[in-house]
């Protein structure tokens, strides 16, 4: 996550982190309870890294893996209670869908060249 050692990031900051408009963020407080950032003396939100690790898994569960809102709900819910899964959960959210759709590419690539018969690429020579 970028940091930079700061304990609390303002929306701005999250959004250009996320990629999220603010008023995604604001929307996502009263769908999803546990996404409760906290506000500073000027009212403001402040986000924890937790928040953002909440809010990427959010985001990863509606737009990449299509769950609906109460679907996502309910899907942290039941991670809420085990908390190695919730780790696990948030760690993978980490890696860009487009990086895992380019690596899934270039596997599929590789099996193909390796499924291939050999001999049929010494005919070819030939």
Do not use: N
């Given at each position: 996550m970028e940091?930079?050692?700061k304990?609390?990031?303002s929306?701005?900051?999250v959004c250009s982190m996320t990629g999220l408009k603010p008023h995604v963020l604001r929307y996502w407080e009263t769908a999803f309870p546990m996404l409760?950032?906290?506000k500073n003396?000027?009212?403001n939100r402040v986000y924890k890294k937790e928040d953002i690790g909440l809010i990427k898994l959010i985001s990863r569960l509606l737009y990449d893996e299509r769950y609906t809102i109460d679907g996502a709900r309910q899907k942290i819910e039941e991670m809420d209670g085990d908390d190695e899964q919730m780790d696990l959960e948030l760690d993978i959210t980490?890696?860009?869908a487009e990086t895992l759709d380019?690596?899934?590419r270039e596997i599929s690539e590789i099996i193909a060249i390796l499924d291939r018969d050999p001999m049929a690429v010494d005919k070819q020579e030939d």
């Open positions: 940091s930079g050692g304990l609390y990031y929306i701005s900051e409760k950032p906290s003396q000027s009212g980490a890696v860009p380019f690596v899934r």
